[in-house]
Structure formats: C-alpha cells, structure tokens
C-alpha cells in the first residue's frame, strides 16, 4: 500500500512544538516500512493547490495526517481534512467536522457542556462585553485555537476582581495566544489525560477502546506555583517544570471510581464529537474528585515520548501496531469518504 505522510511544513528554526510534527512524521515513516507500506511525505503550506496536484499525482491508498497547524495557524488545522475529503483520498483520524470543533477549544467545551459533560466553566471576550456582576475568581488565560500549550506560563493564572480586569487581560494576551483568547476557571487539582483509539474490528463500524489512564504529576512545585503543564513543562528541557511533570500509568485502589469515570466520560465525549481513529482528552479533578474536561485533541501527539505513545505501549500495543490500527480504520472510513451520500 502507498500511504502519503501528510505534515506541516516547518523551517529549520522553528519552536519545538512545531518541529514536533517531523519527529512524528520519521517514526510513521519507519513504522510503515516495517509494516511492508510505502511511504512518502508531504508538507501541507496555504498553496492548497500545489498540495491538491501533488496528492492527484503521487495517488496514495491513504494519508497519514499528522498536520498540527496551516501556515503556522492552528486555527487552519481541518484545512488537511477537509482537502482530503475534496479528493477522496482516505486519512487516518478525525473527520473535517471533528478537526474543526476541537481545533475550538470554546466550540468544543460549547458542545461538551450542552452535552452534559463537566468543562470548567469560561468566559469569551463577547461573553465578558457588558457584564455588570464581577466575574472574580481564579483564572488561566488560554488561546481558543493553539494547541501544545503555546503562551502558556506562571503568569496565565491568577486572581481576577471583576469583568473588566479579566477582559483587559485576555485583550493583553490576544497577540501572544494566536489572536483570540479565552478565560478558564482554574481547577486546583490533579491531572489525567485519556487516550482513546478507534477499536480493533476488522471491516466492521466500531467503538473505541480506551487506552490505559495516565496521571501527570507535580513535584516539588514550590507554593503558591501554578500546578499547570504549561509551554516550558512541555517543551523546555532546561526549566523546573520540565523534569518534574512525569506521567504515570499507576494507580491506588482509591482510584478506581475516579479512573472509571474518567473512562466513561472520555468515551462520551468520543461519541458527541464524532471522532474517528485517534484522540487524547485532557482532564483536571477538583479537590471534590469531581472531574472536569479541559479538551480534546483530535490529532493528539505520537512522538515517541508523547502520552498517546505511551499510553498505547501500556495497553501492549508496538508503535507498528498503533500505525496499523489508524491506518485500518481509515480504510474502513473510505466508503464514507468516497460515497457521502451512502448510495
Ligand atoms: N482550567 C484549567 N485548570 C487548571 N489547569 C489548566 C486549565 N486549563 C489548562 N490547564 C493547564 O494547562 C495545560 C494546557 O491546557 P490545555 O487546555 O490542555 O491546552 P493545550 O494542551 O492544547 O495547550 C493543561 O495540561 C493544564 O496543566
Ligand atoms: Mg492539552
């Protein structure tokens, strides 16, 4: 089979965070040889068209999509989807629809709450415009379109008097968060992140199989230091935080009911965005144990250290295999794909 590795186009100097999709695209590749596939890449720019002709003349059996932005915009992400669906081309993960809801993070946790899922609650800037009663209390700053905590740091949390100082903060920060900014409720608390994978059914439509739970834990974080896995945590191997966020898979038998429920609620929001082949959701639990959904990635990171790797490796699976399983399921997708209209 020919696949055709789909990634975004980044310079030699980007930040970590970009040039993460490289990293992926090398170890897809060398998964796919062993797997008996051959593989070429592609780097997907805002010349939709150069992208449009190379896809028509290299005529893969299917894309393997690893874009994490467009022209360096989040914001564009479902623009490979939605490009692969104008040609028919099979693709690994989540559909166009999908990809643009939880490229949202305000779309997304709109859906998630209508959908009786908990999400902390959050103020927009339209939601802040003309608002009389304080909105005070304990934030984070977050960007609604960028993902890989970009422009998030110490100073994204902190306590907010009224309205008008947390909508002056999220102006501030616009630039900074990828052009348009929300406000989180901050949850003091412990971290999960939930790894799902589309399940092993053969040709059949499927469900999901949940990966094993992971936890992120804070060590040694100094008082009054937000407990956050923010940009340096994730990609500043010379900073605190970095060495002291590791993941663990363990788990105390006082656990159970959380993690259960944590299962349960992952798989609900599988079902109500519509995913397809992989996803990653992220959780933080209050001091109640009560969980609440942060987000959803659709297209979340299979670099070698990343959780999803990891959290597949738990489950017994080989970095072959997890390729295997998303490229299955794409091919199981492709009478969606390629008859819309199911006739
Ligand atoms: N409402 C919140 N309460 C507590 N921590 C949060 C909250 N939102 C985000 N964080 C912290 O910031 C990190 C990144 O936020 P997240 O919403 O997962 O965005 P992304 O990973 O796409 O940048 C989370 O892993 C968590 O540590
Ligand atoms: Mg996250």
Redesign the pocket.
């Not at 989180?184 to 608390?189: L, S």
């Not at 937000?226 to 940009?231: A, E, F, L, Q």
């Given at each position: 089979m020919k696949v055709v590795i789909l990634h975004d186009e980044v310079r030699a100097d980007a930040r970590p965070d970009e040039l993460d999709t490289l990293v992926q695209a090398d170890c897809v590749a060398q998964a796919l040889g062993e797997l008996g596939h051959e593989s070429e890449r592609l780097g997907l720019t805002l010349n939709l068209e150069r992208a449009a002709r190379e896809l028509r003349d290299r005529k893969p059996d299917c894309v393997f999509n690893l874009v994490e932005s467009v022209g360096g915009q989040g914001r564009l992400i479902y623009l490979a989807p939605a490009l692969l669906d104008s040609l028919q081309i099979p693709y690994t993960g989540a559909g166009t629809e999908a990809m643009f809801v939880t490229s949202s993070?305000t779309l997304t946790k709109q859906i998630l709450a209508s959908s009786g899922i908990p999400t902390?609650p959050?103020f927009t800037p339209e939601m802040l415009q003309g608002r009389t009663e304080p909105a005070a209390g304990r934030?984070?700053i977050?960007?609604v379109w960028?993902?890989?905590?970009?422009g998030?740091e110490d100073d994204?949390?902190r306590e907010f008097g009224s309205a008008a100082e947390l909508a002056a903060e999220l102006a501030a920060r616009r630039d900074r968060l990828g052009g348009s900014t929300f406000a989180?409720?901050?949850?003091?608390?412990r971290?999960f992140?939930l790894s799902l994978l589309a399940a092993d059914g053969g040709t059949a439509s499927v469900g999901v199989q949940v990966l094993p739970p992971a936890e992120?834990q804070f060590i040694d974080f100094a008082e009054g230091k937000?407990?956050?896995?923010?940009?340096s945590?994730?990609w500043r191997e010379d900073t605190h935080e970095y060495h002291h966020t590791p993941r663990t898979f363990d788990s105390s038998d006082a656990d159970r009911p959380l993690l259960a429920e944590l299962i349960e609620i992952a798989q609900r929001c599988w079902q109500v965005l519509s995913l397809r082949g992989y996803a990653r959701v992220?959780f933080?639990v209050d001091g109640e144990n009560r969980p609440?959904v942060?987000?959803v990635?659709a297209n979340p990171c299979i670099a070698p250290d990343a959780g999803f790797t990891a959290a597949a490796e738990r489950a017994g699976l080989t970095f072959a295999q997890l390729v295997e399983r998303l490229v299955v399921d794409a091919l199981r997708n492709k009478n969606d794909v390629s008859d819309p209209a199911g006739v």
């Open positions: 993070k902390p959050w934030y984070i977050k960007s960028e993902e890989a905590s970009v998030l994204s949390v989180e409720c901050f949850i003091d608390g971290e992140n992120i937000p407990r956050i896995v923010g940009y945590a994730k992220d933080r609440w942060l987000e990635n």
